[in-house]
């Protein structure tokens, strides 16, 4: 008897203790993490709220001067109104990313230097592109967790002629380099950090050691 009201009591002051907790909001870090951890979130938050300048590196092409510009609703890592430019060539069975033309983001402006010396306010999409495409600003909430799954598991759920028959037909996507991808759009970039090393370039015009253009 007395075991069992000790269990009860156990089990009441654990759901005043979940009921005490701070909920986890939008853009919150996730609980439990180490000293270091949490320390390498502030640091990542700190840089992603931050508004650049071409004195602190954007440009001189770039789509916005900060992730959270983009990346903003409800609040900045969320989604937002921002719709970035694509263009690529298809030259039958592949489609050519034009990376070298500036590709495969085209940047929508142009520092006021750059505008200056060559006259443009963003960057032109090449004439030989055969196809454009827009992208709006998607969520960046849990990217951290999709980061920490296996491969293994991605590649377990792979089931391309639906042999199981439930009606989905998972097809996993690969990297160049055939490592399984699962950032952008279309599930393309492997890791989070080498997208986010690409959205420096790419959005802010910044280079970074990983990304040198
Ligand atoms: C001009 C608006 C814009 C800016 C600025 C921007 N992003 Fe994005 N972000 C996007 C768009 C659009 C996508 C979707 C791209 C795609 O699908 O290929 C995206 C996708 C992402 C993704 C992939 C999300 C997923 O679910 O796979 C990550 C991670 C990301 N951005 C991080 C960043 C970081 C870090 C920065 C700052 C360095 C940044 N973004 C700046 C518009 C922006």
Redesign the pocket.
Known sequence: MIRGRGLVGAVLLCVAFAACQKPVKPGDPVPGLTKDQRASFDRGQV??DSTFTPATGLGPL??????????EDPVKGGV?D???L?AAAFHSPVCDPLAGQGGF?FQ?KSTPALKAAVGIDSEPVPPNATARAL??????FG?GL?DLVPDSLILSYADPDDRNGDGISGRPNHFVDGRPG????????PR?DE??DG??S???G?SSPAVLT
């Open positions: 840089v992603f770039f789509n916005a001067d900060g992730c959270g510009e983009c990346h937002g921002e719709v970035e694509h983001v929508l992208r709006t600003t998607p969520v960046l990217r999709l699962r950032f952008g759009r279309k599930a393309f970039v989070l997208f986010n959205a420096f790419a959005e802010q910044i």
